[in-house]
């Protein structure tokens, strides 16, 4: 069973279609995550690679879409983890929830209660910025 680490929300004036489509197209993480400087496709996959300062410099991403969430599975970097995005609609309001968790199993190496707080900033602001771009195309 994974652990969560944390949830942010964000809610912003949208539609949830739009969302579902930025995050269904990793390649679209270039216009919301300051850090990452590559996202190529391999095999139905996505690379990803980041900054020299971030905690993963690399790392693969599958994305599996359900009705209303998207899950980020990542491997390949320092820490595995399902980066989950929760997506509901009231009227013109949209609000977002993405939840961390990692398998207890892979984070025996690394202080997660130090690094938490840390990666739970880094998230809202990349989190943030999704909500920026979503309220500019609408």
């Known amino acids: 069973m994974n652990k969560k680490l944390f949830t942010n929300v964000v809610t912003f004036q949208g539609q949830s279609n739009e969302v579902l489509n930025i995050l269904t197209n990793p390649t679209r993480l270039l216009n919301w ?5 590559t ?3 391999v095999d139905n996959t996505f690379k990803i690679t980041r900054t020299d300062n971030a905690f993963n410099q690399t790392e693969m991403i599958t994305v599996i879409t359900t009705n209303q969430s998207v899950t980020y599975q990542s491997t ?3 820490l595995a983890y399902d980066l989950v995005f929760d997506i509901t609609q ?3 309001i ?9 398998n207890p199993a ?7 209660t130090l690094l938490t707080p840390i990666v739970k900033h880094a998230f809202n ?12 195309t609408n």
């Open 33 to 37: 995550v300051p850090d990452i400087m």
């Open 39 to 41: 996202v190529d496709e």
């Open 76 to 78: 390949g970097g320092r």
């Open 94 to 102: 949209v609000q977002v929830s993405e939840s961390l968790f990692v």
């Open 125 to 136: 602001q990349n989190l943030d910025g999704l909500a920026r771009i979503v309220s500019i």
């Open 90 to 92: 009231t009227d013109q």
């Open 106 to 112: 892979s984070d025996n190496h690394l202080p997660l």
